[in-house]
Structure formats: C-alpha cells, structure tokens
C-alpha cells in the first residue's frame, strides 16, 4: 500500500483493496487520487486479528511515451503513523 515505508509492515501475507482515479490535467500532465486498505498476517486465519492498514494520497503523472502509454510520477501517500513518496515508471494498474 502507498502511504507506508517499504518493509514497516511485514508477513508472509498481504492483503490488500485499492482504488485510484486519473485524471489529465494539460496536455501530458495528470494527476491521481487513491485510497486502500489492507493487513499483513502470516497465515488467513490471522486475518481477523490483523492491524488493518489504510491508506490514501494523490500523486502527479507526465506521459513520457505516448504511443506506449508509459506515464513517470510520483505519489505522495500517507497510511497510519506512516507516509511514503513514490517515484514510478509505468503504472500499477494497466493501461
């Protein structure tokens, strides 16, 4: 999940729900709000005793390759006790 430094939350599992939505602002330029949540357990049945974890921020996008649909950016998230910056090529979601 954006919003949470690599590796504070660790198991063997993750589950996780998230959404985005994009929007083009000018020309090549984007932008992005998200929202998730998740937990970290390390077997299912942990699932219901799990710290849940949510998340959510806004991000900046700039169409690198048009032809190829390729996008640079980063995002700014923040999730509990926790924030995150992410610098991305390419897209998590598909094009």
């Known amino acids: 999940l ?7 939350f660790r198991a063997d599992q ?8 994009r929007q083009n602002v ?13 937990a970290a357990v ?13 998340s959510a921020g806004i991000g900046f996008r700039y169409l690198m390759i048009p032809d ?3 996008n640079i950016g980063v995002d700014f998230g923040v999730g509990k006790d ?3 910056m992410v610098f991305r090529i390419g ?5």
């Open 26 to 38: 000018y020309k090549k330029f984007g932008m992005i709000g998200f929202f998730g949540i998740g």
């Open 14 to 21: 993750v589950y996780a729900v998230q959404s985005e939505l």
């Open 91 to 95: 897209e998590t979601f598909g094009r």
């Open 82 to 84: 926790d924030w995150s």
């Open 68 to 70: 190829e649909k390729i």
């Open 42 to 54: 390390d077997k299912i049945k942990d699932l219901g005793e799990a710290v849940i974890l949510p």
């Open 2 to 8: 954006r919003g949470y430094s690599e590796g504070r």
